[in-house]
């Protein structure tokens, strides 16, 4: 099997509520597979935050870090749901 690949989430613009989107299809991140890299949820790419992309055909991981930076307080997006 092969290593999946790794991308940088993006914020999307425009929005009320901070969306972040993949990375390499520019789908959704649901706020269901945002999750801390720590833990059980430890991947092997070094990012504090990821993202898991659920469409169809992506699947890709998504680092958050850099989308999370722009975010006033990126605290609030795990609060959310999606």
């Given at each position: 099997m092969r290593e999946p690949n790794?991308?940088?989430?993006?914020?999307?613009?425009?929005?009320?509520?901070?969306?972040?989107?993949?990375?390499?299809?520019?789908?959704?991140?649901?706020?269901?597979?945002?999750?801390l890299n720590e833990g059980d949820n430890q991947q092997s790419i070094e990012c504090r935050t990821i993202g898991l992309c659920s469409a169809d055909d992506c699947g890709a991981v998504n680092c958050c870090d850099d989308a999370m930076r722009?975010?006033?307080?990126?605290?609030?997006?795990?609060?959310?749901a999606c």
């Open positions: 790794h991308y940088n989430a993006i914020l999307a613009e425009g929005c009320a509520v901070p969306t972040l989107l993949c990375g390499h299809c520019h789908s959704i991140l649901s706020r269901s597979r945002i999750f722009h975010i006033d307080n990126p605290e609030r997006l795990f609060g959310l």
